[in-house]
């Protein structure tokens, strides 16, 4: 840096220092609701994501990190601090596993946005039928902001934390698969999403997740079929949780297979049959429409593409535009000639 540019943010500094000792003298006054100032000093991204948190030691693990590896594999290597007690003061391990989570969402987005803290509502461990324990992740609607690999990356993240802490798989009820199929599809119908799983798809990835994929009410509409379940607090779709299944899990699988691939303690082989599209292949034929095919993203992600670049509804409008009849060609088109001397009034005759 030049010396100039160095004066420069030198000066900076220096008046943001006086800035902050004359808040902290008007705070102490005690005339605002809140005696200490809400807006903590950020002087790069690890700083950032660890003030946006509120974890300490967050800051100057990440830093070691940045210049070893990426983003997404300095979230994964971080799972092992968490749950070892070297970053973050957790006595859970329901604790543990959601402060890497925040902390993994939080630092692939930079800490610019509410995802890590206003889009995981919160983490805890439930019983299956079995006696066993799993995790559940309990997502709301604006991990949105969050991105798809985000998304997916958290779930990742959940995953490799529970492998660590020794906490059986979800292992969930048929029931539970069904509404996971049907809620997402009346999220897709009732606010939208970037890629719609087909059903196929939403029971294949509910059958296969090793952590439970849940969150709050987040619209009015309610599913019709699978209703009141144990396990299910609501009867509305949950939006965090369908973003996190389609547009996270779906639309992402063949870049979160990056990363499975590099880890001992996860083993996601059901990605292969969702990026190549042979889910049921052997039962009731392959998925043609599988999310390979949705290749044009939103995100900053748009390079992760698993094969073609439609979505399914290509094939849909094609079929779309062949019902009802063809009509004639065009050379046989009759048009109405106005009544002469010589032919009859109203008649249709091809054209000349």
């Known amino acids: 840096m030049r010396p100039d540019d160095e004066r420069y943010f030198a000066q900076i500094e220096d008046r943001l220092d006086e800035a902050w000792d004359v808040a902290e003298a008007a705070k102490e006054q005690g005339h605002d609701p809140k005696p200490k100032i809400e807006i903590p000093i950020a002087r790069d991204m690890a700083d950032r994501v660890e003030n946006i948190l509120g974890i300490d030691g967050v800051a100057e693990r990440v830093r070691e990190l940045e210049g070893e590896m990426s983003r997404e594999e300095a979230a994964l290597e971080l799972v092992t601090d968490f749950v070892e007690g070297t970053v973050g003061d957790y006595d859970s391990r329901a604790g543990k596993v959601e402060g890497a989570v925040r902390t993994a969402v939080a630092l692939l987005t930079e800490g610019v946005v509410a995802a890590p803290i206003e889009g995981i509502d919160r983490v805890e461990l439930l019983e299956n039928d079995d006696g066993t324990e799993f995790v559940n992740v309990y997502y709301a609607g604006p991990i949105r902001s969050a991105g798809g690999t985000a998304q997916a990356l958290s779930v ?197």
């Open 156 to 352: 990742l993240v959940a995953d490799y934390a529970r492998s660590l802490l020794d906490i059986d798989e979800y292992k969930p009820r048929d029931v539970e698969v069904e509404r996971y199929a049907e809620e997402i599809s009346l999220y897709d119908k009732e606010t939208g999403l970037q890629y719609s799983p087909k059903d196929k798809e939403s029971k294949f990835i509910a059958q296969h997740m090793p952590v439970m994929l849940d969150g709050e009410a987040t619209g009015d509409e309610e599913v019709s079929g699978f209703r009141d379940l144990e396990r299910v607090d609501t009867n509305s779709a949950r939006g965090g949780m369908c973003l996190v299944a389609a547009e996270g899990i779906a639309l992402k699988a063949p870049k979160i297979q990056r990363y499975t691939r590099d880890l001992d303690e996860v083993d996601w082989p059901w990605l292969q049959d969702l990026i190549d599209g042979t889910i049921g292949k052997d039962g009731g034929g392959a998925s043609d429409e599988a999310p390979e095919n949705a290749g044009a993203e939103g995100d900053d992600d748009s390079e992760d593409t698993a094969g073609n670049e439609s979505d399914g509804d290509d094939a849909d409008d094609a079929d779309s535009e062949t019902d009802g009849p063809a009509g004639p060609p065009p050379s046989e088109v009759l048009t109405e000639v106005p009544p002469g001397p010589d032919r009859r009034p109203s008649r249709l005759y091809p054209p000349e």
